[in-house]
């Protein structure tokens, strides 16, 4: 990955082009950038946890940072509901969390003392209520509210009682599920541009 991250930094040029016209031919980002890796480097980063981890080697390569990734291999699936030895998936952690279960064994540290009310589900009244009264010009302010996102949330607001709904009916092609949860996040914690 360190290699393929100094090949885009010394080639930026390229990549963008490439990134772009993945771009216009109807691509999410994700999707778009996926191709882009996949056509210049002939590498597979399909998968979340490799997106993840070869976007902060870039920030590495790209900031010239003095650290030395390492990569541990994965040894429960993405969304597994089953724990290997001492890991588990995110999504299994999240789940245990919000049944009351013990994480403990899959934590560096102890979670037992993050009350179930301070879940993303939880939030969504108090957001709701924020939408309803928030002029679409002062959520244009907050981070990551750009291309008419704030007025698919104003649209949407009105049909869902929960955020898993509510979130579900914003994904679209323009818009991924990880843009509009981070959005949605940047509006209740109030950080703006």
């Given amino acids: ?26 691509n999410s980002f994700p999707k778009a950038n996926f191709l882009t ?47 290997s030895d001492e890991f588990a998936s995110a999504s299994l952690i999240r789940k245990m969390l919000k049944d009351g279960r013990d994480v403990s064994k899959y934590t560096p540290v102890d979670l037992k003392q993050i009350p179930t009310k301070l879940l993303i589900e939880n939030t969504f009244l108090k957001f709701k ?35 898993h709904d509510f979130i579900n009916a914003c994904v679209s092609r323009r818009y991924t599920r990880s843009k509009i949860m981070r959005t949605y996040l940047c509006i209740l914690l109030k950080i703006k541009k």
């Fill in 37 to 83: 890796l996949k056509e210049l480097t002939n590498e597979d980063f399909s998968l979340p946890n490799d997106i993840l981890g070869f976007e902060y080697i870039k920030q590495i390569v790209e900031n010239n940072y003095k650290i030395q990734p390492i990569a541990i291999k994965r040894s429960v699936g993405f969304h597994s509901e089953e724990p």
């Fill in 129 to 163: 209520k924020y939408i309803l009264k928030t002029p679409a010009s002062k959520l244009k302010k907050y981070l990551l509210v750009d291309e008419g996102i704030e007025n698919l949330f104003k649209k949407n607001i009105l049909l869902f009682d929960n955020y």
């Fill in 1 to 26: 990955m360190l290699k393929i991250a100094t090949f885009i930094k010394e080639n930026k040029e390229l990549y963008n082009q490439t990134l772009k016209k993945n771009l216009k031919g109807g």
